[in-house]
């Protein structure tokens, strides 16, 4: 069974502060890569996504891919609370469809 | 707007009766997704459609439900003598093709009596 594990959390930073929010994933086929932000109630939202070894930038967002480790992280950077949120580490299936994690729940205290 | 849309955004039905969910993909999009998300939970997979090929029915939990894609399009998914443990946030996810980013609708919230 294919499988991405992350941290339930919650995981709690304060305002102004980097959130690292982690994700390890089974099949090593797997080529796409995608994070996503889910808040409560409300569909998820794509926020990144990378496809080859290294880190990829945007605006505060950071994501980093390692394949040979199958681990696949997301820096936010100067935390805000509207940041908080659940977030989603997705990874493609060999079927194409996406393998979600449970999610991490990050909060950010003002 | 330019997203995926679903309807309805809500549906309270009995239990038994037989329900459709309706997803219209971003214009463009070849490759459609159904999920299943319940309270508390992460997202279950049902079914993928790709261009006109066969859909991939792996994840699809019983033979109750089924689904469908016209005209490479709009897609149906149907529940027929629905259960309690069907209720659940059905989200449906568009995207260019395969290892391409998916893009959610608002989902379909929908709660069996």
């Known amino acids: 069974q294919k499988e991405v594990e992350q941290n339930s959390g919650p995981l709690s930073v304060p305002e102004g502060a980097i959130a690292s929010l982690n994700c390890t994933y089974s099949?090593?086929?797997?080529?796409?890569f995608f994070w996503y932000r889910q808040y409560s109630g409300k569909s998820p939202e794509l926020i990144m996504s990378?496809?080859?070894?290294g880190d990829k930038e945007d605006g505060r967002f950071t994501a980093q891919l390692n394949k040979a480790s199958q681990y696949v992280s997301l820096l936010i950077r100067d935390s805000q609370p509207s940041d908080s949120a659940t977030y989603l580490c997705?990874?493609?299936?060999?079927?194409?469809?996406?393998?979600f994690g449970k999610g991490t729940k990050l909060s950010v205290k003002p | 707007g330019a997203g995926v849309s679903q309807s309805p955004s809500n549906k309270v039905t009995e239990k038994g009766k037989d329900v459709e969910l309706r997803c219209d993909p971003i214009s463009g999009h070849t490759a459609l997704y159904w999920y299943r998300q319940s309270l508390g939970q992460g997202l279950e997979f049902l079914i993928y459609f790709q261009g006109n090929s066969a859909p991939d029915k792996s994840g699809l939990p019983s033979d109750r439900f089924s689904a469908e894609r016209t005209g490479g399009s709009v897609s149906t998914l149907t529940i027929q003598r629905t259960q309690q443990e069907d209720s659940a946030v059905y989200l449906c996810?568009?995207?260019?093709?395969?290892?391409?980013?998916?893009?959610f609708g608002d989902g379909t919230r929908l709660s069996i009596l």
């Open positions: 990378i496809y080859s070894n």
């Open positions: 099949d090593r086929v797997s080529q796409s």
């Open positions: 996810a568009s995207s260019l093709g395969v290892d391409q980013p998916q893009h």
């Open positions: 997705a990874v493609t299936g060999s079927q194409g469809n996406l393998i």
